[in-house]
């Protein structure tokens, strides 16, 4: 069974940095994409950043900048960078995995990590 399990995550005061991990276990088939979501109370998720398989990379307008998406060689680990932190960024932050298994899609999330920022 695929796990994810994220790690990185605490309090920080505005402009401060921190540096989300998330660690694939059990995978099967070939990876698709990684990426970083985020749920602030009262709202929906969203992408925080993702990772392709090719390497390529996409941010959310707010985060431009400032934050960076990473993964390891052997594409079982993704990171995020996080820095000049905003009171805005504060939110839970969930690790998603996309993998291809066969020609069937299948979606893996964490469990999500707590990002507080104080102004």
């Known amino acids: 069974q695929v796990r994810l399990m994220e790690s990185g995550g605490g309090l920080v005061q505005a402009g401060g940095s921190l540096r989300l991990s998330c660690a694939a276990s059990?995978?099967?088939?070939?990876?698709?994409?990684m990426g970083w979501y985020r749920q602030a109370p009262g709202k929906q998720r969203e992408l925080v950043a993702e990772?392709?398989?090719?390497?390529?990379?996409r941010y959310a307008d707010t985060v431009k900048g400032r934050f960076t998406i990473s993964r390891d060689n052997a594409e079982t680990t993704v990171y995020l960078q996080m820095n000049s932190l905003k009171p805005e960024d504060t939110a839970v932050y969930y690790c998603?995995?996309?993998?291809?298994?066969?020609?069937?899609?299948?979606?893996?999330w964490g469990q999500g990590t707590q990002v507080t920022v104080s102004s």
């Open positions: 059990g995978t099967i088939g070939i990876l698709n994409s």
């Open positions: 998603r995995m996309v993998r291809m298994v066969g020609i069937v899609q299948r979606d893996y």
């Open positions: 990772i392709r398989s090719s390497g390529t990379t």
